[in-house]
Each structure stands twice: as C-alpha cells, then as structure tokens.
C-alpha cells in the first residue's frame, strides 16, 4: 500500500493563479481532509469529506474549493493565490466509527509558495 | 475552536520525563496525540475515547479527563529520538469527526 500520496511535493506560484494539489489514499478509507500548517499556527482544517460525494469546510475553507467524486482521490483547488496562502499543505485519511475519525495517516506534505 | 496545549516548548536531558497538557472550552469526544519531525509528516502517536477506551504507542502513555476536558501525554525516560513537535487533536462530539489541533509543543531531547 502506498498510503497516502500528494502531488506535487513543491509549488510556487504567482498571486492571482490557479492550481490543485492533488491527493489518493489506497487504504479505502471514508473520511479525508486537507490541513494547512504555518509556523506556530499548528495544523488547521481547511476542508473535509466523509465519503464520495460528501464534501463540507473546516476551520479556514475560504480561497479553496474541494470535490470528492471517488474513494481514493480528495484533490485541493486553490481559486485565485494569495501570498496568504504560502503554507505547507497536508492531506489526511481515515476509517470512520460512530462519528468519530480513526487514527489519521496523513500524506508527505505540499509546499506552496505564492509571490 | 483550537484546544490549548501546555507548555510551548520544553527542553529534557536524555532520561528525563515529561509532560504535554492538551485543554479544550468544549465537550471531546476524543483526544488524539501525533508527533512530527521537522520536515516530515505527522506521525499518529495515540488516541484516547470518551468512556477509557485507548490505542497507541507502546511507551508513550496518556490520560483523558472528560469531565475536565483535558488530556495529557507522559514522556517518561525520555530518548533522543523523541524530540520534535506534539500536536493533540480534539473531536468534539457531533462533529462528524472533524479533528481539530492545538499549535503543538516542541520538545527538545539532549543527550
């Protein structure tokens, strides 16, 4: 199994462009999310799934928009970038009981850098 | 809503033991614990359930106080390899398992 992949490892782009971070997980997992993580912030919930088709926002949603079509794939569109946007971003998966998330395996990490 | 970690950073001598607080202003359904190294993903430590319930990490131990609302994860003869960042993750109930964390400890082993 290869877990939790993301796409790319490394991103820069200039204010005002368009992108998506992809990310797959191959463990058939229901529940996935995507976090950003800046310096002294911790790890904030930008949006999550529950299943194919399920999509809903978390902590920080705005400036990104996230589709669940499949199981496996949960990508990140970022609409519009913002330096504000400069992050190190996270995808996370897991199996889903009684409304509470299992133990999350999270993805190797994207870094994005806006100018 | 963020739950609040305790303390920010904390430095140990190889050996030495420690203890991370995790506190939240709402009711949890859950308390999860990760570490991360610098540059690398979080790493699932434990996770502890409202009525005792928990699965973890062999060494690392944690207590869950649900009437409090905190948690607390015990480092206890501590090792270098034990050094990096601590996040706890709260899942407040009815939240659809959403899991929120707290901005992290850092925590320094030296030998």
């Known amino acids: 199994n290869a877990g939790v992949t993301q796409t790319p490892k490394f991103q820069v782009l200039k204010t005002g462009q368009s992108m998506t971070l992809q990310c797959a997980q191959d463990?058939?997992?229901?529940?996935m999310s995507w976090y950003r993580q800046d310096p002294g912030m911790g790890l904030r919930l930008i949006h999550y799934s529950v299943g194919a088709g399920i999509t809903d926002q978390g902590e920080v949603p705005n400036g990104y928009n996230v589709s669940r079509s499949t199981t496996e794939d949960f990508p990140l569109r970022l609409l519009s970038a913002a330096p504000s946007q400069t992050s190190v971003y996270f995808c996370a998966s897991s199996s889903y009981f009684s409304g509470g998330a299992d133990t999350q395996y999270f993805g190797p990490g994207t870094r994005l850098t806006v100018l | 809503q963020q739950p609040v970690q305790s303390p920010q950073a904390v430095i140990l001598r190889e050996g030495e033991d420690a203890v991370i607080n995790c506190s939240s202003s709402k009711a949890l359904y859950s308390v999860h614990w990760y570490r991360q190294k610098h540059g690398e993903a979080p790493v699932f430590l434990m996770i502890?359930?409202?009525?005792?319930e928990q699965k973890g990490h062999e060494k690392i131990s944690a207590s869950f106080n649900e009437k409090k609302q905190q948690s607390s994860l015990y480092l206890t003869a501590s090792q270098l390899s034990y050094s990096g960042t601590y996040f706890c993750g709260t899942v407040y109930g009815g939240s659809q398992g959403n899991l929120i964390f707290g901005k992290g400890t850092k925590l320094s082993v030296k030998p």
């Open positions: 502890l359930l409202k009525g005792g």
């Open positions: 463990m058939n997992h229901e529940y």
